[in-house]
């Protein structure tokens, strides 16, 4: 019988083709240096939409496939320490190793070892990449300061799935939706979550997925007037934090009307400012009004390794789940989520019996190894010093960057917490929609001329000023090999911008 020509696509049963894999992975991965080696963050050339794209008939040469996938690759953004826009993690080499290496493996990680106080009731056949896991939600539960022989957790696709499983065990738990797993929502009275304006739309996709509805979702605000005030007369940073008595007013309303909060969600590390929330009014108030309290931590959690901001990030070892993305402020390659609960109980109301494994206790299904591996290897190789060096070397940038901006006339337009600042460009007769406009002008320019690339926030924490969205130049400092010459560039490149803006 012919023999496939298709059967070149897998390795061989004797591994006699194996050498030929070494060598193609090294050939199509060279590209990498000369692409790597241009200063610019962005490539000359745009990738175009191939809307012809088909099916062919019969498959094509793979070598001529992977010369095409290289061809589109090239036009990527690059990760170099130009790279200043929103959220570029440049992810740990031995991450990508171990992905690669996991991924010609390729396991299933559906099913999760059971474990008492973290002694196997079960142990099965593939149980590699769940000890990995395993040991790096340990890992993960120190770095957050949950307790790891009591706390339980996950590695999931990212924030968002996180939060929903989060979310739903906080739902699953609430006395006032009692039996909600098997009987539903349906004839049981509307509950409320909280959190704050500047919290991720993800709470949101949550509540509608969980069927708690996102108009029950209540977002308190991170701004008063007279900080508005202050802000308009002499630009003065905004806190961005929401209040105790915000919370507890929400709280108090909620209860004389009779609606249960069944979470209260704050943010160590808010997507556009990089803000901490306070967590530690939230712990009091728990006690009293008994919501669960559930932390999004997905950028900012590996900041409690260091001393700075640990200090602001307190008390989060107090809540109920965390939720903390390694494929943020870890390193990691996308995908790589996880959810944390203080209590490893609560991840057992997540159980469902797999007729063909062990039970799981995760929404997804089937579940990739390799982000597994590569957080292990990135817990493992960057440990607690490293982190902190690393994390250390954004924060500080972030904090140069603000100190030149106010020495260049341009305002920061928050305190700057963590790794980012947004910030107006100096405009002293601007009304907000004119500042709003030459802010993202001044963003196209320092784009256009190709030397560093930035983002735009388009709304900062849903806040108006006259009526107009406090929108804002994002600068985020992700890559530890941008220096302070590095940032004395770009302020350079920057009063060019602003000349060609205004
Ligand atoms: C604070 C915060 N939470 C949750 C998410 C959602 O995470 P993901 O995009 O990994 O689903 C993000 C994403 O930017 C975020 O910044």
């Given at each position: 019988m012919r023999k496939s020509k298709y059967l070149r696509l897998f390795l061989n049963p004797d591994g006699s083709n194996f050498d030929s894999l070494i060598v193609n992975l090294r050939d199509s991965i060279s590209y990498l240096k000369e692409w790597w080696e241009v200063p610019s963050p962005i490539p000359k050339d745009v990738d175009e939409f191939r809307e012809d794209s088909q099916l062919p008939e019969a498959g094509e040469p793979p070598e001529q496939v992977l010369t095409d996938l290289i061809a589109r690759l090239k036009k990527c953004r690059r990760l170099n320490d130009r790279n200043l826009s929103f959220m570029d993690p440049i992810p740990n080499i031995y991450t990508l190793i171990a992905l690669c290496m996991v991924s010609l493996q390729?396991?299933?990680?559906a099913g999760k070892v059971k474990r008492v106080n973290r002694k196997r009731e079960a142990v099965f056949q593939y149980e590699v990449v769940p000890n990995l896991e395993e040991e790096s939600i340990m890992m993960l539960a120190d770095i957050v300061g949950y307790d790891r022989h009591k706390a339980g957790g996950h590695v999931v696709s990212g924030g968002t799935v996180a939060i929903l499983t989060a979310l739903m065990i906080a739902r699953d738990k609430s006395e006032s939706l009692k039996d909600v797993r098997k009987e539903g929502l349906f004839g049981k009275k509307s509950v409320k979550v909280l959190t704050s304006k500047a919290s991720h739309f993800a709470i949101r996709k949550a509540m509608r997925i969980l069927g708690l509805g996102e108009n029950n979702l209540i977002e308190v605000p991170v701004v008063t007037d007279e900080q508005i005030s202050e802000f308009k007369k002499s630009h003065t940073p905004l806190p961005l934090r929401p209040t105790d008595s915000e919370y507890e007013e929400k709280l108090e309303k909620c209860e004389k009307m009779g609606e249960a909060i069944i979470a209260v969600i704050p943010t160590v590390?808010?997507?556009?400012?990089?803000t901490i929330e306070p967590v530690e009014p939230l712990v009091k108030l728990r006690n009293k009004y008994g919501f669960q309290l559930i932390v999004d931590a997905a950028f900012g959690g590996f900041a409690r390794l260091l001393d700075e901001p640990a200090k602001k990030i307190k008390d989060i070892e107090e809540s109920n789940a965390i939720i903390i993305d390694p494929h943020k402020w870890g390193y990691?390659?996308?995908p790589c989520g996880a959810v944390l609960f203080r209590d490893y109980e609560d991840l057992k109301l997540l159980e469902y019996e797999v007729p063909y494994y062990e039970p799981a206790s995760t929404i997804e299904g089937s579940r990739p190894g390799g982000p597994v591996a590569a957080l292990w290897v990135a817990l493992k190789t960057l440990g607690k010093e490293g982190y902190k060096e690393i994390i250390g070397k954004c924060i500080e940038n972030a904090k140069y960057l603000e100190k030149r901006l106010r020495e260049e006339?341009?305002?920061?337009?928050h305190e700057v917490d963590l790794n980012a600042v947004n910030f107006d460009a100096?405009?002293?007769?601007?009304?907000r929609r004119k500042q709003n406009k030459l802010n993202e002008k001044v963003k196209e320019e320092i784009n256009k001329r190709g030397k560093f690339r930035i983002s735009f926030m388009k709304e900062l924490a849903s806040i108006k000023i006259d009526g107009e969205p406090l929108s804002a130049i994002h600068v985020e400092f992700m890559n530890p090999y941008t220096s302070e010459e590095l940032i004395e560039e770009f302020i350079d490149e920057l009063k060019l911008a602003y000349r060609n803006a205004v």
């Open positions: 390729n396991p299933n990680n590390g808010t997507t556009a400012t990089r990691v390659p996308y006339g341009h305002y920061p337009v100096k405009c002293s007769t601007c009304n």
